[in-house]
């Protein structure tokens, strides 16, 4: 059987049922992975809201990606963080995780 693919967890606004309960419903449905993207968090409250992904996503067996947050990654022991173009560079990140955890990148380099 293949891969669902992610599903990217952020602000639910129109969802009619808590944000957790989405992500059940997405893994139940295939999704494999669910990417925590939460931009406007407080620090304490996204690390919160990871450590509870996590749990659903490991009863589950499904991955969990936290967005722009290696400290939170780490912290709630999510199975890998995904970089924006602003964030820490991946090979440093790689240093704070470990060679374990999963890293997505959208680094542009510049030059060689």
Do not use: Y
Request: proline share 3%; glycine share 8%.
């Amino acid at each position: 059987m293949g891969r669902a693919g992610c599903w990217r967890a952020a602000r639910l606004r129109c969802c009619s049922v808590p944000w957790f309960e989405a992500a059940r419903l997405a893994i139940d449905a295939g999704a494999d992975c669910i990417q925590l993207r939460e931009k406007e968090l407080e620090s304490g409250e996204l690390l919160c809201r990871a450590k509870q992904l996590v749990a659903i996503c490991k009863t589950k067996n499904a991955l969990c990606i936290i967005n722009d947050r290696p400290d939170i990654a780490l912290l709630c022991e999510a199975d890998g963080v995904h970089l924006g173009q602003g964030d820490l560079p991946a090979r440093e990140v790689r240093k704070l995780l470990g060679a374990g955890k999963i890293i997505r990148s959208e680094e542009r380099r510049v030059g060689k």
